[in-house]
């Protein structure tokens, strides 16, 4: 609930008015300064008026209620009063009044209503100090309601007007505000305007723009020495001035631990290259970079032999391994010899030491991800088709587990197994049962409680899918037998195929596949520089480049992602932050198969951005 602010009005009506007198108050300037007079008795005394008379009683009955901190009974009485019928004043106040109790409630978008009422587009007349109650009141609402970047610019707008004990605040403010907008969209804003507002755009799309720390101080440097009059300048936002601090504590030697030899070979290739093409990228602009030793894996029988190497060799940081039996061996220990960024994730989900943070490519990301995407385009209702495979499994868990903490509803699960049995089983998703006869959840999904709510009709909005290109070849077809061919899919990437050659993908359009901005918008600032030099990164293995591309931004910003849970990298393998057991969450784009090719959609809302929505 948003705190209480009492409002700076002039004017609350006093128990002597209100118990008779030969001429009562006509006007809010006529209302002397506080009452002690219970609010019934100010709505009994306006009961025994009419018009005019009866509505100044009743708005003052809703500011003494809102003085006492009392939004619900604000919101009732305002509903007793026509706000039409008022004086611009009385009207100006009645929109107040309902914006500060609807916010205290919980509902932003009505506040934000309330707030773009026709009369407080004329509040030249307001006194300065409730001219800046209002505005200051916009900004926050609409925070609440998740529209950052006009928040961020109502506070730019007014940031001058503020006393100066306040600009401190409304800077840190600002700067929070503008974290939260999408990239795109603070790309756009920032070619349409100009003054105070178009720094402060310049200097977010700084962290966007430069995965690199050093980029990013140097970014930061330049644009100190453009805007030096901007409020930014003289005093940073905590973020900005913390960020010059790691910079300078940022780590000289780096061991770079991948398996060199083996099965996993070609892939810890495509790791090096993508985090030394990065690391080679930030060097070529004239930014000082820590040194990197390369050490294979596969060397060391022991974990700690190869620590204690590194330690001997001067090494202050290590990124990897990439083998998962030797993350879930670091998971499991009391204490970490030195900070590592390991290439995967543990299964042990048991808090792990400090100092050990876990990126990779896991299927969890993308069905978090296909929850989220659906939820936004207006889904409710789901079912989930998915493999046996491991990474079937835990695509399935995690989209329930996303889906239900949304609010969705699941309406069955099938496990695909056998190729002649999938028309079956999407059969039976579009079939309406009962519920005993759909709950098989709890086997197929182990140590998960899935709870399928029976349907009371065939409203089922969506599927997702994670599956093989092979068994997704058969879903669209089934769905277009079984006379659901619009009904949305939601797939993770294992369900087409990528190649260098473009072959179509047959069987399989409109199908919607998360994947990663690398391989599917290709704007990384280094795709062009890393394809020339390995053209294997255009097609499947370009996620292990991209991976270790996202290694290094990772690197350079985990203690700021640490200190900063808002923190989010643009990375090459989706929107990147950090949880609190230290593993790298993405969010991934999205894309539609048309023409058997995977086109770009529209950029998914952040996690932030839809908050205010999930209310």
């Given at each position: 609930m948003s705190r209480m602010i009492r409002l700076s009005f002039s004017g609350l009506l006093l128990a002597s008015l209100i118990a008779g007198c030969s001429s009562p108050p006509r006007q809010l300037s006529e209302l002397p300064a506080t009452t002690d007079t219970p609010v019934e008795q100010i709505l009994?005394?306006?009961?025994r008026r009419s018009g005019a008379e009866a509505n100044l009683l009743r708005l003052h009955a809703a500011q003494t209620a809102w003085s006492r901190s009392q939004p619900e009974q604000v919101r009732s009485i305002l509903a007793l009063i026509p706000q039409s019928e008022l004086p611009l004043d009385q009207q100006q106040r009645f929109s107040e009044l309902q914006a500060r109790s609807e916010l205290a409630l919980g509902q932003p978008a009505a506040a934000l209503r309330a707030l773009r009422h026709p009369s407080l587009e004329q509040f030249d007349s307001l006194a300065p100090q409730a001219q800046l109650d209002i505005q200051l009141l916009r900004a926050e609402t609409m925070a609440a309601a998740g529209e950052h970047l006009n928040a961020a610019q109502e506070r730019v707008f007014i940031h001058d007007l503020l006393p100066a004990a306040a600009q401190q605040d409304n800077l840190a403010a600002i700067w929070n505000e503008l974290n939260q907008v999408p990239t795109e969209q603070l790309r756009a804003a920032s070619t349409t305007t100009s003054g105070d507002l178009a720094g402060w755009l310049s200097l977010a799309l700084i962290q966007r723009d430069h995965g690199n720390l050093d980029l990013q101080v140097h970014a930061m440097q330049q644009w100190q020495a453009r805007h030096p009059d901007h409020p930014a300048a003289s005093t940073p936002p905590e973020g900005?001035?913390?960020?010059?601090?790691l910079h300078a504590q940022r780590p000289q030697h780096i061991a770079l631990l991948l398996p060199f030899d083996g099965n996993l070979s070609a892939a810890a290739d495509a790791l090096r290259d993508g985090f030394l093409a990065a690391q080679y990228h930030a060097y070529s602009q004239g930014l000082a970079q820590p040194q990197i030793s390369l050490y294979d894996s596969g060397s060391y029988a022991d974990?700690?032999?190869?620590?204690r190497q590194a330690q001997a060799d001067g090494v202050q940081w290590v990124v990897g391994p990439l083998d998962r039996q030797q993350v879930a061996y670091l998971a499991g220990l009391p204490q970490l010899p030195l900070p590592t960024l390991a290439l995967n994730y543990a299964d042990n989900r048991a808090t792990p030491p400090a100092g050990l943070f876990q990126f990779g490519l896991a299927p969890e990301d993308e069905a978090r991800s296909?929850?989220?995407?659906?939820w936004q385009d207006g889904h409710r209702r789901m079912a989930?088709?998915?493999?046996?495979?491991?990474?079937?499994?835990?695509?399935a868990q995690a989209f329930v587990a996303q889906?239900?903490?949304?609010?969705?509803t699941l309406t069955g699960h099938e496990v695909i197994d056998q190729p002649a049995g999938i028309?079956?089983?999407?059969?039976?998703l579009l079939r309406v049962r009962e519920s005993e006869q759909r709950n098989q959840a709890p086997d197929q999904l182990p140590n998960e409680e899935l709870a399928i709510q029976p349907s009371p009709s065939s409203g089922l909005d969506a599927l997702f899918l994670a599956a093989n290109p092979l068994q997704a070849r058969q879903i669209k077809p089934t769905l277009v037998f079984q006379y659901a061919g619009d009904l949305p899919v939601y797939a993770t990437s294992h369900a087409y195929r990528l190649s260098l050659g473009g072959e179509p993908n047959a069987d399989i359009d409109d199908l919607l596949i998360a994947e990663i901005p690398w391989l599917l918008d290709r704007s990384d600032s280094l795709y062009q520089s890393v394809v020339d030099s390995w053209p294997a990164a255009a097609g499947p293995m370009g996620r292990l480049y991209a991976m270790g591309i996202d290694a290094q931004r990772i690197f350079t910003r985990l203690l700021q992602m640490q200190e900063q849970p808002d923190t989010r990298i643009d990375g090459a393998t989706g929107r990147l932050s950090l949880d609190r057991d230290g593993r790298i969450r993405r969010e991934l784009s999205w894309g539609q198969i048309v023409d058997g090719q995977l086109q770009p959609l529209p950029s998914l809302p952040s996690i932030e951005a839809m908050e205010p929505m999930l209310r």
């Open positions: 009994r005394q306006a009961e900005v001035s913390r960020l010059l601090e974990l700690m032999q190869f620590y296909a929850a989220l995407r659906a989930i088709l998915a493999n046996r495979d491991d990474w079937g499994v835990r695509a889906w239900q903490e949304l609010g969705g028309s079956g089983q999407v059969a039976n």
